[in-house]
């Protein structure tokens, strides 16, 4: 990932602090680019590939389900994925909605009911909230059809797509509705690569399909929200940018996760000082007592993606 002005933490030694220029990561020929606007993307072969086949797969469907990460609800959109849904239902579930800050999650309701596009919070994880997913899925299909023919009646079967960014939650969802291992979970972003149909009830089939990257990734910000988020892998943007845009974000909105997760004294600190300090409380020392940064680093996105550093929300919605 090219860097913009960043400061990049010097491992040699943790005092001081150095520009660093980051070149280009290569995954599957296709690159974490910055064109002349500004502009990020990681858009691998095999997601333009996925693009193509949600689009010629979308007749056989009745509503598109679109699972967004609610700590970002915006940027974890893709108005790719957008464009190929077309006229077809759509529903947008925001998961893992018990990670996020409630009152960020209300601000973001009322902008979605302003663009009156259907939505749902949800902690993927919990049976009964999915099975609200379900229901007011269905509740939108049954309505577009009684619209275009008053004497429709209810489908005997229903079928739904499932689309959206990788490490959204997409398979642990069809998992959780399948009551099975019916869709492989990847701990890489980017690794389904194929169609699957699941069987999700006596009524309900569901069509999983590849997590698919926005060609254009608007800011620097948003592609780091992403890294955070574990939709961009760390072979593209590496742990040390990561990590180190996670800490500096919470030094400034909520330095005391520091205190509660790992035990500091206090938190008025620096980045430097917070990653010696991390180093410190969780044992990541090298020989002759060296701080060994890249366990620091592993352990901070860890503990972000568990919920572990509190409660967090990427973004506000935007202003009219």
């Known amino acids: 990932m090219k860097s913009m002005n960043k400061k990049?933490?010097?491992?040699?030694?943790?005092?001081?602090?150095q520009k660093k220029k980051v070149s280009k990561v290569v995954l599957d020929k296709v690159e974490l680019t910055e064109d002349k606007n500004h502009n990020y993307n990681w858009f691998p072969g095999h997601m333009m590939k996925a693009l193509r086949d949600i689009k010629s797969k979308i007749h056989q469907v009745d509503i598109v389900l679109e699972i967004r990460d609610a700590r970002s609800p915006l940027a974890t959109g893709n108005q790719a994925l957008k464009k190929e849904i077309g006229g077809k239902s759509h529903l947008i579930v925001l998961n893992k909605a018990n990670l996020a800050r409630p009152e960020i999650i209300e601000k973001w309701k009322a902008w979605l009911d302003k663009e009156k596009t259907p939505y749902v919070f949800v902690n993927g994880l919990q049976k009964t909230e999915l099975n609200s997913v379900i229901k007011y899925a269905?509740?939108?299909i049954n309505s577009k059809n009684q619209k275009s023919n008053p004497d429709a009646g209810l489908l005997l079967k229903y079928k739904f797509m499932i689309v959206g960014l990788p490490n959204t939650g997409k398979s642990t969802i069809i998992n959780r509705l399948a009551k099975r291992d019916a869709s492989k979970v990847a701990d890489k972003p980017g690794q389904t690569r194929q169609q699957l149909w699941v069987n999700a009830g006596s009524d309900l089939d569901i069509l999983d399909t590849p997590g698919v990257m926005p060609p254009n990734i608007a800011t620097e910000e948003q592609a780091l929200w992403l890294a955070s988020l574990h939709a961009i892998p760390s072979n593209i943007i590496d742990d040390e940018d990561t990590a180190c845009f996670i800490i500096r974000y919470l030094l400034?909105?909520?330095?005391?996760?520091f205190t509660k997760q790992y035990k500091f004294s206090d938190w008025d600190k620096d980045?430097?000082?917070t990653l010696n300090e991390i180093a410190k409380a969780?044992?990541?020392?090298?020989?002759?007592g060296e701080y060994d940064y890249d366990r620091v680093y592993k352990l901070v996105i860890q503990d972000l993606r568990k919920g572990d550093l509190g409660l967090i929300s990427f973004g506000h919605p935007p202003i009219r």
């Open 271 to 273: 980045l430097i000082s």
């Open 282 to 288: 969780r044992g990541c020392l090298r020989q002759k």
């Open 252 to 257: 400034k909105t909520d330095p005391t996760v």
């Open 8 to 17: 990049k933490v010097s491992k040699k030694n943790p005092k001081k602090i």
């Open 138 to 140: 269905k509740e939108i």
